[in-house]
């Protein structure tokens, strides 16, 4: 490599690197559940918890795989952290909910 190949290899990685290049963070959006689906209780609460909720109906696939670790395992039989917004057994069309992270 010569020294012009090397300073141009230079600039390209500074430039990489620079604020409000392509390696910046993005923020990450989330897929939630309609509102709709929601009771009146969650429809109408404190908006973190509401779309806690609404993000378990949507992604309960992927929260069965999450253990929770408040212990309500032992006191409500939680198998993942899915079952502390979602009931195990609800379907999936039509969520039952568990009242436990309301608050």
Request: aromatic share 10%.
């Amino acid at each position: 490599m010569n020294r012009r190949d090397f300073r141009i290899s230079g600039i390209t990685v500074v430039a990489a690197l620079a604020p409000g290049s392509v390696f910046t963070a993005t923020r990450q959006v989330y897929k939630l559940a309609p509102i709709s689906i929601l009771p009146e209780q969650l429809r109408n609460g404190d908006p973190v918890t509401r779309d806690a909720y609404r993000f378990a109906v949507q992604n309960r696939d992927v929260l069965r795989y999450i253990p929770c670790y408040c212990g309500c395992w032992e006191s409500s039989g939680h198998t993942s952290n899915a079952s502390c917004y979602v009931k195990d057994k609800a379907p999936v069309d039509k969520p039952e909910f568990d009242p436990m992270s309301v608050g």
